[in-house]
């Protein structure tokens, strides 16, 4: 009987086609330009952290993003149990589920795991976990990912640093994976050396960064679950099927509703760490790979078949809690205040290497149908790719950008958790970052309603009370009176 990945493989007639199937959206016309695709990637675990659960969930999400691009990656992790909550597939261990992550994204790959070692290699190095205690001597150009609490750490170079404490939220440790990820792409196609990513701080509590200023602001405690309550996530595609994917690294309680009207195609690997190629070969739907992940969760889920503008109007009259809105087709952004909804999460990702997330509780903040006016140049597709300008005089290329939807997703879930936490809407509401120049800041803000949005003034109807009001987070609506 043939396995998965069998199937997978015979549905391409050779690697070639698979490739040039998938990368069909990087557009690179000239041949020797692929050759970062090439060039052997390490990512490194040091032995003594390889069981802590926040490693595994960076190493897992990092390797699975860069099986995405890269056709040469070598895990370097010691033999160990999964932790629980990322067991939910059936793995022996940690080893096995990166093995087979990476040949689900990519089984024509030259992928190996094995025991951190001495390396002759010249590859282009990731380094999981700051510790003191190194078994493999690190370059000056190797970067280390590390979360703590709220945080995302990123570091340069031969570092002798360490962390005390972990226990990081599940999406802060995702947001670290996809820095580092994007690290790796950035070496790999000879992006100039002051546009790499240098040290990273980002405190996802408030949306500081490289500043002592959030040590003294974040909760105490971090959830350990995921309580969603009544999830409705409008858009399985790259952000909303990486979302899926961080969720499931963590405990979840509530019931998810899906809506997506696409089908996984091959081009949708370069992008998305939930979909497969055998997700690809048999084009299942979007909705049904995220309702197979809810059922090994044991999380209620339904998904609904179609586009936002044939059934919103029907789900609006449904009691959620959240609304995540991640399709625009038609212009849903423009329709959805209009349809009073609860609180509402989205999350982007640039024509070039931005991302940019946004939250919109009625009466309090901005809706949609202001923040993201159509059209909108800077906010459109195609997803998660953008422009790379090489350090020699070349053409620039287009080319996938996978690591942007799995940061961009992390902010949702990152939001997600929040909610459950105190003065969840005093935090800022709208946060914009861009990879292309080395993550140098990350702007954050709250952004209230807007004078004359006929989209905010929706929220102060009394009939409002009766659609978005009944949702948990109700009180965090103010009590202006926006009625027109």
């Not at 979360?147 to 599940?170: N, V, Y």
């Not at 947001?175 to 950035?186: H, P, R, S, V």
């Not at 905010?456 to 965090?476: K, T, V």
Request: charged share 20%; glycine share 8%; proline share 5%.
């Amino acid at each position: 009987m043939l396995s998965d990945l069998d199937v997978a493989r015979n549905h391409w007639p050779s690697a070639n086609a698979f490739y040039l199937e998938r990368d069909t959206r990087t557009e690179l016309e000239v041949a020797h330009l692929t050759r970062y695709v090439h060039v052997p990637i390490e990512i490194h675990v040091e032995p003594q952290l390889a069981t802590d659960v926040t490693i595994q969930r960076m190493v897992l999400l990092a390797a699975n993003l860069t099986a995405r691009w890269a056709r040469n990656v070598r895990v370097l992790v010691p033999e160990v149990d999964l932790a629980s909550p990322l067991s939910i597939h059936g793995d022996r261990g940690l080893r096995a589920r990166v093995i087979r992550e990476m040949f689900e994204a990519d089984p024509f790959g030259n992928f190996e795991v094995g025991t951190l070692r001495t390396s002759d290699s010249e590859g282009i190095r990731l380094r999981v976990g700051l510790d003191t205690k190194t078994t493999f001597p690190a370059t000056e150009n190797d970067y280390w990912i590390d979360a703590a609490l709220w945080t995302a750490l990123g570091r340069r170079g031969r570092q002798s640093s360490r962390l005390e404490c972990r226990d990081a939220a599940a999406p802060t440790a995702a947001l670290a994976a996809a820095i580092g990820a994007a690290d790796l792409f950035k070496r790999a196609v000879d992006h100039r050396l002051d546009e790499w990513i240098d040290a990273v701080d980002w405190c996802t509590w408030n949306h500081t960064i490289n500043s002592e200023a959030h040590m003294h602001a974040e909760p105490a405690l971090v959830p350990s679950t995921a309580d969603v309550g009544e999830l409705l996530l409008a858009g399985v595609g790259a952000v909303g099927s990486a979302l899926l994917y961080i969720l499931s690294s963590m405990p979840l309680q509530g019931r998810v509703t899906l809506l997506d009207r696409d089908c996984v195609e091959t081009s949708n690997l370069n992008r998305a760490p939930l979909f497969t190629a055998l997700d690809a070969s048999l084009s299942r739907r979007k909705t049904d790979v995220g309702l197979s992940l809810m059922r090994l969760l044991n999380c209620e889920a339904k998904a609904v078949y179609g586009s936002w503008h044939k059934h919103g109007e029907e789900l609006s009259r449904e009691r959620f809690d959240v609304w995540v809105s991640l399709t625009n087709e038609g212009g849903a952004w423009a329709e959805v205040p209009f349809q009073l909804p609860p609180v509402v999460l989205h999350g982007t990702t640039t024509s070039g290497w931005g991302i940019g997330f946004g939250r919109h509780i009625p009466r309090l903040e901005d809706c949609t149908a202001c923040r993201l006016p159509r059209p909108h140049a800077e906010f459109r597709g195609p997803c998660s790719e953008g422009e790379v300008r090489l350090s020699a005089q070349r053409e620039p290329i287009r080319a996938s950008l996978p690591f942007l939807s799995a940061a961009s997703a992390s902010l949702i879930a990152i939001e997600l958790i929040k909610l459950q936490c105190p003065n969840a809407g005093s935090l800022p509401n709208a946060v914009c970052a861009d990879f292309r120049y080395g993550l140098p800041s990350v702007v954050a803000g709250r952004i209230g309603p807007t004078n004359g949005c006929r989209g905010c003034q929706m929220a102060g109807l009394a009939i409002w009370n009766e659609r978005g009001g009944r949702g948990r987070y109700a009180s965090l609506s103010s009590h202006l009176d926006l009625a027109m």
